[in-house]
């Protein structure tokens, strides 16, 4: 059974950091880009970062870029994104994906957790 499982959400104030980490299981996840997507509420899905699965290059949108960092460990399938600098506009359900091929259709998603910016 694949199964991508997220945490590390929770409420922060502006300006905190959080760490989000993905497990990764029943797949193989070494061949596989990593990213992570963000839904704030009402909005539409974003992309936020990805990690390329041969030679780790990692990618921002440019809202997120200085602040936050992806990485991966293969050895523990896993992917982690810090969060640094955070703001309100971060607050939002955040996921992970899993694509076989880089061309952003995920094969394999995980289940969310909230990341709350707030005062």
């Known amino acids: 059974e694949v199964q991508l499982q997220a945490s590390g959400g929770g409420l922060v104030q502006p300006g905190g950091s959080l760490r989000l980490s993905c497990v990764a299981s029943g797949f193989t996840f070494e061949n596989y880009d990593m990213s992570w997507l963000r839904q704030a509420p009402g909005k539409k899905p974003e992309w936020v970062s990805g990690i390329k699965s041969g030679d780790g290059s990692t990618y921002y949108v440019d809202s997120v870029k200085g602040r936050f960092t992806i990485s991966r460990d293969n050895a523990k399938n896993t992917v982690v994104l810090q969060m640094n600098s955070l703001k309100p506009e971060d607050t939002a359900v955040y996921y992970c994906?899993?694509?076989?091929?880089?061309?952003?259709?995920?094969?394999?998603w995980g289940q969310g957790t909230l990341v709350t910016v707030s005062s």
């Open positions: 994906a899993a694509d076989r091929y880089g061309l952003g259709t995920y094969a394999y």
